[in-house]
């Protein structure tokens, strides 16, 4: 039996444009928070950032998404929290920085 996928062709697309974005900094202070799961990886170029994504299951792709969602919200509500980092981070490569493209928009846009 095949399975569904969890996202269309054209959420992908979506959450691929969002994922390059989250990828350059934190859109609540503009900072790279250790507690996020784009920390490691902000320091890479962004071709190198999109190749880890492409690589990504859907289900990491929705569940790093709405991390970030919540984060976002969470931090709107009531400022940046020191927290404890104990979850999923993205692997330690040793891949060369790279620069990065500018990006105006930011997840809270929505």
Same mark, same amino acid.
């Given at each position: 039996?095949?399975?569904?996928?969890? /996202?269309?062709?054209?959420?992908?697309?979506?959450?691929?444009?969002? @994922?390059?974005? !989250?990828?350059?900094?934190?859109?609540?202070?503009? &900072?790279?928070?250790?507690?996020?799961? @784009?920390?490691?990886?902000?320091?890479?170029?962004?071709?190198?950032?999109?190749?880890? @994504?492409?690589?990504?299951?859907?289900?990491?792709?929705?569940?790093?998404?709405?991390?970030?969602?919540?984060?976002?919200? /969470?931090?709107?509500?009531? &400022?940046? /929290?020191? /927290?404890?980092?104990? &979850?999923?981070?993205?692997?330690?490569? &040793? !891949?060369?920085?790279?620069?990065?493209?500018?990006?105006?928009?930011?997840?809270?846009?929505?």
């Amino acid at each position: 039996m095949k399975m569904e996928p969890l /996202v269309t062709s054209s959420q992908r697309s979506y959450l691929r444009a969002k @994922f390059s974005i !989250l990828s350059e900094d934190c859109p609540f202070d503009r &900072g790279n928070p250790s507690v996020c799961p @784009f920390h490691e990886i902000r320091n890479w170029s962004l071709k190198e950032r999109m190749a880890w @994504f492409d690589e990504l299951s859907e289900e990491a792709i929705l569940n790093i998404y709405t991390y970030c969602r919540l984060c976002l919200e /969470v931090k709107e509500k009531l &400022g940046p /929290v020191k /927290v404890k980092r104990t &979850g999923w981070r993205a692997p330690q490569q &040793g !891949l060369e920085q790279g620069a990065s493209e500018e990006h105006s928009a930011r997840l809270r846009d929505e």
